[in-house]
Each structure stands twice: as C-alpha cells, then as structure tokens.
C-alpha cells in the first residue's frame, strides 16, 4: 500500500501506513506508548541519543543504531550538518509476538510535532524484505529536515511536509550505497536506449515510489541517476552544495538551476555504462521463480499461530473463503509481476497459472481452471524436456566437436558456413542445420 498523505499536518496512528518515498505524516498528537507491553527494550545509539530503536533481537537494533551512525558520517560533509540530530528517530522491529504486531503489518511511519520539536516514529516486520532499504530512508528523510526546516520552525497545521522531494532523498539514499555493480545504470541504459525513459521533469515531479517491486526499481534507479549525475563533478557538487545551503538562507534558491536541459539529460542517460545484471530473469531463474511462487499459504484463521500450505493447482478444492480468496489474488498478482520479468520461454506458462487463478476467483466454470493448470503443466513439462535436450546436445557438439587449434566461435562460424551452402530441401531438412538455428535461437 501506498502513502498518499496531504502536505499538512493531519491527525494519523502509525499502524497502516506504508513508508515510501513520499513524505511521512504528521501528528501533534503523541502516539501510543510503543516500548510497553511486552519485554523488550528501547536501545538508544551510544553515539547519538535522539536515535533510538526498539526489538527483541539485539544484533537488528545494533544495526539499525549502526546505520543511523554511518548515514550521518556519510552525510554530514555534504549536506554540511551539525555534530547532533536535530530531529529524534525512533525505529521498532516488530516481532509477531509484540502486542504492535495486531496492527502493523508492514512498513509504517509517522512524524510527531510538539511545538519545535519534530520526531519521527517508524516501524517495520521483523521479516521486512528489505529493512535496510527503509530504515535508512528514515535516517535520510530526518537529515534533509535539517536542511529544509529552519532551526526555530515551529511545527502547526500548516507545515508542509512534501518539502522535501522525492528524488532527492531516494537518490541520496541510493548514493549511500553507491553503486559498485552498475545495476541502476544499466537499468538507466536500457530504458534510454529503448526511449522509455523519463523526462527529467518527470524524475523531479514524483511525489512517491510506488510499492510495485520492478516500478519502484525503475524509479529509484533514475533517482539515484540524478543525484549522481549532480556529484559526480567537482563544479556539480560545488552547485549541490550552495543549492543545499540556500534552501533556509534568506534568499533560497530552487533545484532547478542544478539541472541540464532536458536535451542534455537525455544525453547524460545514454552515457550510464552497461556492466549489470539483467532486470530480466534468465531461463533457469525464471524456472526457480515459478517453483517459488507455486506454493500458497492459507491461515487456519484470525487466532491461529500456522497456516496450511497448498499449491496454485490445489488450491481450488479448499472452501472460498474470504482469506483463501485473498490470498489467490495475491498470488495473481505476484504471478503478473513474474511474468514480466520472465524468460520469454517461460511467459506463456506462467500465463496459464495466472489464468487459471483467475478462472478460479471468477468462478463461472470451476473446470475452466483446471484445464488451464492441465494446459500449464503440460507445457512446462515439454518445456522442462526441450531444454534438457538442448542442454545435452549443446554439451556433446561443445565436447565432439571442438577443434585442437580453432576457437569455438570459429568452429560454429565454419560450420554454419558450410550449411549455408546446403541447398535447401523442403522434403529432407538438414537436422543439423535445424538444430543449429534452434539452439541459437533459444540461447
């Protein structure tokens, strides 16, 4: 779920919320008490007591209270911050035994204002799938306060919150970390090389990350670009740096006079090298991926402590009930977002899944469903079998027919030559040549 608060103070709890990139909400109310009710404690940070984090495993709060440490060293030089925290954070790690685990069932934030005093309360699973992701963004967000918010500012039903924008501080969150892989880049490359990148007033004109896994990669690739892009040069850097100053100086200046023309960004784009990982699944992940997804959890019910597990193909003959039909379109969904990223050879069978699914939910024709799973599992298995094929007759021609002195690719070249030169015969095809053609086209 997203976060779509209003730029203004408004009343908010800190269960339901989920903490993107978008501001977080503000209360000049005091939440409920989150350290009481169960045994653990409230740890602050020997370095910086307004950091605090609460949870029951002692090595999460040391690294939570470790990063709120390391972000401010990183930070401090460039954004040119005082020794202290300005605003307190506070972090939960909720376990499922905590009395908070009722209602926070994933990410959360909320920001609490009395008078001069801002602190932010965030809270997340204890099986979060990316905690350091967001934790650090609270730890960024709190820091850019300080940038943006003026020392004496006292906070009233008109303090904005959407100051701050949404590039600036995924991007500098994803800066923290650098980028030794060039993973973002090579996202950043491929989308302009297939001119589907976004305008640079697109980029400075998001209002939040959105919470779908590949999107929210997408967007926060081209954040970190940007901030990037304004660092990466002594001149740059120097213009951030004045920029970041003058925000609460008496003449502030606005971001835009960092940024290229939207002719040079385009060109800037181009220029991110391309040494990544593919976004897109290879044949053997997508295999793993969909081995993964197959399994689906059903809760006993509201009191139980386990869950029942079945797979998309038995699904059907449980009772449809509320939670069982909850969870089909969960996995409808997580099977949508598989398919996109896919190996194209695996598209089509994740596809009859999702169909099938879909059939199940819609319930106009229970055996609608099950030809679908039939028509899946028959094409995967044959799927399955080509490959293995392909794979053993790709190992023998590597090992058979491998010349002592000439390269592989030499080899392959040669005999495809030799191929061409075969005339074609549509009554007695040459097999190897087609075998050649499909392995190429498969690889």
Request: net charge negative; glycine share 4%; charged share 25%.
């Amino acid at each position: 779920m997203k976060l779509r608060p209003g730029p203004f103070l408004a009343p908010c709890v800190l269960a339901g919320m989920a903490a993107l990139a978008a501001p977080p909400v503000l209360s000049a109310d005091e939440p409920a008490d989150t350290t009481q009710s169960w045994t653990v404690t409230t740890t602050p940070s020997d370095i910086y007591p307004q950091i605090t984090c609460t949870g029951e495993n002692p090595e999460a709060v040391s690294d939570v209270l470790q990063m709120a440490v390391d972000t401010r060293a990183t930070l401090t030089p460039l954004l040119r911050l005082g020794p202290n925290w300005r605003y307190p954070v506070h972090i939960v790690i909720v376990s499922p035994d905590m009395p908070l685990a009722a209602t926070v069932k994933g990410e959360a934030t909320s920001a609490i204002a009395d008078g001069k005093t801002l602190r932010l309360e965030a809270a997340l699973p204890a099986d979060d799938a990316a905690p350091r992701e967001f934790v650090q963004r609270q730890f960024v967000t709190a820091l850019l306060w300080e940038k943006f918010f003026k020392p004496d500012t006292r906070f009233t039903s008109t303090t904005r919150l959407d100051v701050v924008p949404v590039w600036l501080i995924e991007g500098l969150r994803e800066w923290l970390n650098g980028d030794p892989e060039h993973n973002r880049e090579e996202v950043v490359k491929r989308a302009a090389l297939a001119h589907r990148a976004p305008t640079l007033a697109e980029v400075t004109g998001w209002q939040e990350i959105s919470d779908d896994r590949l999107l929210g990669i997408w967007q926060r690739a081209f954040c970190f670009y940007l901030v990037d892009s304004l660092l990466l040069k002594n001149e740059r850097r120097a213009d951030f740096e004045q920029w970041i100053d003058s925000i609460t100086g008496p003449n502030p200046s606005t971001a835009e006079f960092l940024f290229p023309t939207e002719l040079g960004w385009q060109r800037e784009l181009l220029d991110a090298p391309g040494r990544s990982r593919d976004i897109v699944y290879t044949w053997d992940e997508s295999a793993s991926e969909l081995a993964a997804a197959e399994t689906i959890e059903l809760p006993k019910g509201p009191d139980a402590n386990d869950a029942r597990v079945c797979t998309i193909e038995t699904v059907g003959s449980y009772p449809r009930t509320k939670e069982v039909a909850d969870a089909i379109n969960r996995k409808i969904f997580d099977l949508t977002a598989l398919e996109l990223r896919a190996h194209p050879d695996w598209r089509p069978i994740i596809a009859l899944y999702r169909l099938g699914l879909t059939a199940l939910i819609n319930d106009k024709n229970p055996q609608d469903a099950k030809n679908y799973f039939h028509q899946a599992y028959v094409q995967r298995a044959a799927e399955m079998d080509l490959h293995q094929k392909l794979t053993d007759y790709a190992n023998w021609y590597e090992v058979t027919d491998s010349p002592p002195v000439a390269s592989h690719f030499q080899s392959y070249f040669q005999t495809a030559q030799e191929l061409d030169k075969v005339e074609p015969d549509p009554a007695h095809p040459n097999p190897l040549r087609a075998r050649l053609l499909e392995i190429e086209s498969r690889f």
